[in-house]
C-alpha cells in the first residue's frame, strides 16, 4: 500500500532517546494522517489531565498520504498538542518545506515528549537523527533561527522554529517556518518552548511510497491546469486573501473596535487593493501554483507576508488604519512567533477594557506607537505584556464583571476574523470547532451570507456538518491546502482520486466521511475527557454576541438569540450522534471504531 511508511519517529528529550517505532497501518488509514493521526497519538499517549507544558505532554508533527509529492497545494502540515491557551486538542497547519522533508525523510509523523535539560534541535536526515545543542539559537528570533540553521546545513531543508515568544511559553506562541509561515494558534509554540525545543530541521531525500505514479501524475497534472484556468485565477494570484477585507466590510463582519461592529468606515486603509500598491513580492508554500503569500514593505520597509486574518485583527480590531504599520505588527508577530488572530484579540480587548476604566493603564484604540511596544512586551512577558500574553480568556477572568461578556474566544481560543453579530450558522461553526473558536473547520459564513442570513435553519447545521467534514476531516488529515477548492472550485473530486492513486485502495465519499466523522468525534472526546465538568456551555460563542447588538451597517440592531442558537446546537449534537451536552454516546463511538474512548468517557 503507498501513502504512508506506516513509521513514526519517537523523541523522548527527557532522556535523549531517539527510536523509530512501527505504527499499524490499519490506524493510518482510518485517520488518513495529519490532525487525524495526531488526535489518535494524543489520545493514546498523552496521560489523562496532562499539564500542556509539562514534559509529559506530547507534540507531534505529522504529514498525510499526499505530503511530500508534487500535487496541487500539498506542502503543508500539522503541528497539534495539548493546548496551554484552551486546555484542549490544538493544532495548525503550516505551509512549509518540513512537510515535503518530513514525508522524505521515511516518516508519517514526529511524535516528541519530555523536556531537554538544556536548549536543543532535532536534526533528522531521513533515518539519521541526532539532538543538537541550540543554546547559541535560543534568544534569537524565528527569522533569525532559519538563516542560522541554513547555514549550517544548506538551503535544501525544512525547518520548524520558534521565536522568544515559544520560548517565554506565552499561551498563544506559534510554530514558524520560511520567513512568514506560521501555524499552531492554541499554544503549538509555547509547548515546544516547555520543551526546550527551539527548532526542528528535516531534510529528507526518499520517494514516498505510491501505488500507481503514472495515474497520479497525469492526475495531479489535470488539476494544476483546472487551477490555472480557474476564472478568479488571475485575481487571486493579485490579491490572496487580501481580497476578504472588502468582502467582509460589504457583509458586516469585518471585525472592528474588539469585535463591538462588523463594519468600519476606514476599511479602505487596510485593504486589498491597496494592499496590492505596496506589494513587492508574491510567495507560495511547496507545490503550490496559486502562491498566496503577499508580500509588502511595511513601516520599516521591511518585508512582511500579508494576510486577511492578520490585517483584520491588527487593523480594523484594534482601528489601526494604516497598512504599513499593520505589516510591521505583523512582521513582529512572526518573527516574535505570535499568533496575530489571538494578539489582535488581546489587544482589542485590552484597549476596551481601559476605555472601560476596567484597567489602570491608558491604551488607545489604533496608538500603534504604544501597541508597538505592548506586542514586543508580550512577546517576551514584560509588564502589561505579561497580560496580554494569557490570552483573552484569562484576562477576562482576572478582571471579572463585564469583562467576560467581551472576552472574544470559545474553549480559551480567541475568535478568528469573522464577526458574528448577524451570523448564527459562522457563531456555530466557532462553538463546535475541533480548537476553539477558529474558522478552519468550517467557513460557513460564505454560505451563510448567500441564503437566509439571519435564520438558524436546519439546513445550515447540515451544510455546518459537511464543511467540518471536509475542511476540518479531509483537508487537515491530508495536510493539504484548501484554498485549491474553496477559492477556485477545485472539484474535491480530485482528492479523492490523488488519495486512491497515492494509497492503492478504492476510496469512495462514504469512507472519507466515516474517517472525517471518526476523528471530529474522537477529538471531541479528547476535550471531554481533559475537562472535569464538561457542559455544553463550552460550545458557546462569546456573550458580546448575544448581548451588545451592532450600532452600524446595515445589520444595526443585529444580534444572537439565545434560544434559537440552543436549539441549533441541539440539532448538531443529535446530528452528530451526541448526546445533550455535547459528548459522544457509546454507540456513536462504537459505530466509528472508537470504543476505546467509550470507558474512559463514563468516568
Ligand atoms: C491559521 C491562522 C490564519 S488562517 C492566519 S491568516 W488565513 C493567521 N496567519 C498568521 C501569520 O501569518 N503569522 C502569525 N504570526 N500568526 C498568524 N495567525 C493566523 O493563523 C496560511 C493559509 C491561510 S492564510 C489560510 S486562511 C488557509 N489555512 C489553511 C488551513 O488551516 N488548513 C489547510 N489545510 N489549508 C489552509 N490553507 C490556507 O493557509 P494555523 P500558513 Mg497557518 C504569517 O496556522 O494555526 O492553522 O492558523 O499556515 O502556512 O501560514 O498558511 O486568512
Ligand atoms: Fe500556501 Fe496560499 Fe498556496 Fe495555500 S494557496 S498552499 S496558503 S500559497
Given amino acids: 500500500m503507498g501513502g504512508w511508511w506506516g513509521r513514526l519517529l519517537r523523541v523522548d528529550l527527557s532522556r535523549g532517546k531517539i527510536s523509530i517505532v512501527e505504527i499499524d497501518k490499519r490506524i493510518l488509514v482510518d485517520f488518513i494522517g495529519g490532525r487525524g493521526l495526531a488526535v489518535r497519538l494524543l489520545w493514546d499517549l498523552n496521560p489523562p489531565g496532562v499539564d500542556p507544558l509539562s514534559p509529559y505532554n506530547t507534540l507531534v508533527v505529522a504529514s498525510g498520504p499526499l505530503s511530500g509529492l508534487p500535487l496541487p ?57 541526532s539532538l543538537e545543542p541550540a543554546e547559541d539559537l535560543w534568544g534569537l528570533d524565528s527569522f533569525s533561527v532559519e538563516d542560522k540553521l541554513v547555514r549550517e546545513h544548506g538551503r535544501n531543508i525544512g525547518v520548524l522554529a520558534i521565536g522568544p515568544a515559544g520560548e517565554r511559553m506565552v499561551r498563544y506562541a506559534t510554530v514558524v517556518s520560511q520567513k512568514g509561515r506560521s501555524g499552531g494558534r492554541p499554544g503549538i509554540g509555547a509547548v515546544m518552548g516547555s520543551k526546550n525545543l527551539k527548532a526542528i530541521v528535516i531534510k529528507g531525500t526518499l520517494q514516498p511510497p505510491v501505488s500507481d505514479m503514472e495515474s497520479l501524475r497525469k492526475t495531479a497534472e489535470e488539476a494544476y491546469r483546472k487551477i490555472m484556468e480557474a476564472p478568479g485565477y488571475d485575481y487571486w494570484i493579485r490579491q490572496g486573501t487580501m481580497a476578504t477585507i472588502v468582502w467582509s466590510q460589504q457583509n458586516s463582519v469585518l471585525p472592528t473596535m474588539n469585535f463591538r461592529e462588523g463594519v468600519w468606515e476606514e476599511y479602505e486603509s487596510i485593504s486589498g487593493d491597496l494592499m496590492e500598491k505596496l506589494k513587492v513580492d508574491r510567495r507560495a508554500c511547496p507545490y503550490c ?57 488581546s489587544l482589542g480587548f485590552l484597549m476596551e477594557a481601559s476605555e472601560k476604566g476596567l484597567v489602570k493603564e491608558r491604551v488607545e484604540w489604533g496608538d500603534y506607537k504604544a501597541v508597538r511596544e505592548l506586542v514586543e512586551d508580550t ?26 461578556d467581551f472576552a472574544m474566544h470559545v474553549k480559551g481560543l480567541e475568535v478568528s476574523a469573522y464577526d458574528c453579530h448577524a451570523a448564527p450558522a459562522m457563531a456555530l461553526a466557532y462553538g463546535t470547532s475541533s480548537i476553539g473558536a477558529h474558522h478552519k473547520d468550517a467557513w460557513i459564513i460564505s454560505y451563510e451570507v448567500k441564503t437566509d442570513r439571519l435564520s438558524y435553519s436546519r439546513e445550515k ?63 471531541r472526546a479528547y476535550w471531554v475527557r481533559e475537562f472535569d465538568g464538561w457542559s455544553k456551555y463550552y460550545d458557546y460563542p462569546p456573550g458580546r454576541w448575544f448581548k451588545h447588538p451592532l450600532t452600524k451597517g446595515p445589520y444595526k440592531g443585529a444580534k444572537l438569540d439565545p434560544v434559537k442558537y440552543e436549539n441549533m446546537l441541539q440539532e448538531y449534537y443529535a446530528m452528530r450522534g451526541w448526546d445533550s451536552n455535547g459528548v459522544p454516546k457509546p454507540e456513536t463511538l462504537s459505530k466509528l471504531g472508537l470504543t476505546f474512548a467509550s470507558s474512559v468517557l463514563k468516568q
Fill in 461 to 523: 447545521v447540515e451544510k455546518l456538518i459537511s464543511l467540518q467534514n471536509i475542511r476540518g476531516g479531509l483537508f487537515e488529515s491530508l495536510t493539504v491546502c484548501r484554498l485549491p477548492w474553496v477559492e477556485l472550485g477545485l472539484e474535491l473530486d480530485y482528492y479523492l482520486r490523488m488519495l486512491s492513486e497515492v494509497t492503492g485502495l478504492n476510496w469512495t465519499w462514504d469512507m472519507i466521511n466515516t474517517a472525517a466523522d471518526r476523528i471530529y468525534t474522537l477529538i
Fill in 379 to 404: 512577546a517576551y512577558k514584560r509588564g502589561l505584556g505579561s497580560f496580554l500574553a494569557e490570552g483573552v480568556m484569562r484576562m477576562s477572568a482576572s478582571l471579572g464583571g463585564e469583562a467576560v
Fill in 73 to 129: 497545494s500539498s506542502g503543508k502540515l500539522v503541528v497539534a498538542s495539548k493546548s496551554p491557551l484552551t486546555n484542549g486538542y490544538g493544532d495548525g497547519n503550516i505551509g512549509s518545506m518540513a512537510s515535503h522533508h518530513l514525508k522524505r525523510a521515511g516518516f508519517d509523523a514526529i511524535v516528541i515528549q519530555g523536556r531537554a535539560r538544556k536548549p536543543v534541535y532535532i536534526y533528522v536526515e531521513n533515518e539519521k537523527v
Fill in 289 to 345: 501554483n496559486m502562491g498566496c503569500g503577499n508580500v509588502v514593505r511595511d513601516e520599516f520597509n521591511e518585508l512582511s507576508e500579508l494576510d486577511y486574518e492578520n490585517v483584520a485583527m491588527l487593523g480594523s480590531n484594534i482601528l489601526l488604519g494604516d497598512l504599513r504599520k499593520v505589516a510591521d505588527l505583523n512582521r513582529l508577530a512572526d518573527l516574535y512567533g505570535l499568533d496575530t488572530i489571538s494578539l489582535g484579540n
